[in-house]
């Protein structure tokens, strides 16, 4: 079947680690590794004869079971579950299979089962921040001093360094992988409480066998296990949204300095990489246009995350199957995300010269408050910012130099002389702590 996960022409956007946890194979072995938990757990506290959870772990394992049979089973019983716990109960035998599944409800198995696949997804993903990170480190580092043009609206504004904005990029991201950690604590957690949350099956274990579970499977207890919430994978979801905002927001940047126009950086290059059909010139920025389009498709599924929590009393499969579908597909988007950007980062090239160039299309202006903040010493900076844009306006409008039109104001005049202004409309003159943030947050 047809996806975009599995189609020939878009497969290779997506991590193909990631897509091998959420398969239909990992997806059922997720299940059968609750359910045999659950079993092992609940023989533990006299729930279920051990002899049972003996066979039911023998027999939870995926290839053992036949996926079309049981695809044909859920399209006859309109079930999502049914079919698979009816072939278990045939692997188990009797005995055995009228303990399976004891006291819990599909959600209960789907969500924890989910769980188990999200935190090998996480694993996936931290590793590439982590890897991205250091290569933004390295990025800003080595370009602590290069000088750039800062814009701001999509015009020079003041100097920066490349390095600066590289390392801006950097906090953003581990903050990012800071709250996703976090999330990750939140999010992993085991939820069996049964039709309606409240062990009422459970012969008055339901707290120890759930922890029980827990344990066995390495994840966190739920406080109260009602089939309701779902803000625990709400708020994991929303921060691969803010990853995904933060990885097109670069991608977008790399895009602009890559402009034919502007050609102060560019993405990797190799021969027999095509830019286009028809124009043979074009080295495209490919990985970045990439990883903007995966962003976007990541961050427009965060609106469902909530939508999914607005769940009607104590169980509402008009919720739960939206996020049956979400959670992995979140998971696989967020963790190819994260990779791209990593490979992009680690590819760029910086070109210091054309930066160098930009810095000069505007004859000094873009150093026009350096001289202000001069001026605004002797002449206040409400009346220095005056004779700046006086003297900007004039040089726009009419030609000639930034320099000659400062000198000319009547302001100025008697004032030239004091004026070290071929300093001040030096851009290296200008950076305020640049550098200083740099090694701060490279230290981080």
């Not at 957690?189 to 499977?217: C, D, H, P, W, Y």
């Not at 977008?252 to 950086?265: D, G, P, S």
Request: charged content about 20%.
């Amino acid at each position: 079947m047809f996806t975009m996960f599995t189609s020939h022409f878009t497969r290779h956007w997506f991590d193909q680690r990631s897509l091998n946890v959420w398969s239909d194979n990992s997806t059922l072995q997720a299940w059968l590794d609750v359910e045999v938990a659950l079993a092992k757990a609940q023989a533990e506290e006299g729930i279920i004869p051990e002899s049972a959870a003996a066979k039911i772990a023998e027999m939870g394992r995926s290839e053992l079971f036949n996926l079309e049979h049981i695809s044909a089973g859920i399209i006859s019983t309109m079930h999502p579950l049914v079919p698979v716990l009816r072939e278990f109960e045939g692997l188990c035998g009797e005995e055995a299979a009228g303990m399976l599944h004891w006291g819990v409800t599909t959600q209960n198995i789907f969500e924890t089962g989910a769980v188990l696949q999200l935190r090998e997804s996480h694993k996936i993903i931290m590793e590439g921040l982590e890897s991205a990170l250091t290569k933004l480190g390295v990025l800003a580092r080595d370009n602590r001093d290069v000088v750039q043009a800062g814009r701001t609206h999509g015009q020079h504004a003041l100097p920066i360094t490349f390095g600066f904005k590289v390392a801006a990029w950097h906090a953003e991201l581990r903050r990012e992988r800071d709250l996703l950690a976090s999330a990750g604590e939140q999010a992993f957690v085991v939820r069996l409480g049964g039709g309606v949350g409240t062990f009422a099956a459970m012969l008055g274990n339901g707290t120890k066998v759930q922890s029980r579970v827990a344990e066995i499977l390495g994840l966190g207890v739920e406080d109260i296990p009602v089939r309701s919430a779902f803000d625990r994978f709400a708020h994991y979801i929303s921060v691969l949204g803010l990853i995904a905002a933060t990885a097109q927001k670069i991608a977008e940047e790399i895009v602009f300095l890559q402009r034919t126009e502007i050609a102060e950086v560019e993405e990797s290059f190799h021969h027999g990489k095509v830019g286009s059909s028809t124009m043979a010139q074009k080295r495209n920025p490919q990985k970045s246009q990439n990883l903007i389009g995966l962003s976007r498709m990541l961050r427009g599924r965060v609106p469902l995350a909530f939508e999914s929590m607005v769940r009607n009393n104590e169980g509402d499969a008009s919720a739960s199957n939206v996020s049956d579908v979400l959670v992995p597909e979140v998971a696989v988007i967020g963790a190819s995300v994260v990779w791209l950007l990593d490979s992009l980062v680690g590819g760029l090239t910086v070109n210091k010269d054309q930066m160098k160039n930009n810095l000069r299309l505007s004859g000094g202006m873009i150093l026009s408050e350096a001289v202000m903040m001069q001026l605004a010493n002797v002449l206040g900076r409400h009346t220095a910012h005056h004779v700046l844009y006086d003297a900007a306006m004039e040089t726009v409008e009419h030609g000639g130099s930034f320099e000659d039109a400062i000198t000319r104001h009547e302001k100025v005049r008697e004032l030239a002389d004091s004026l070290d202004l071929k300093t001040l409309l030096d851009p290296a003159s200008y950076l305020g702590e640049a550098g200083k943030c740099v090694d701060e947050e490279v230290a981080r």
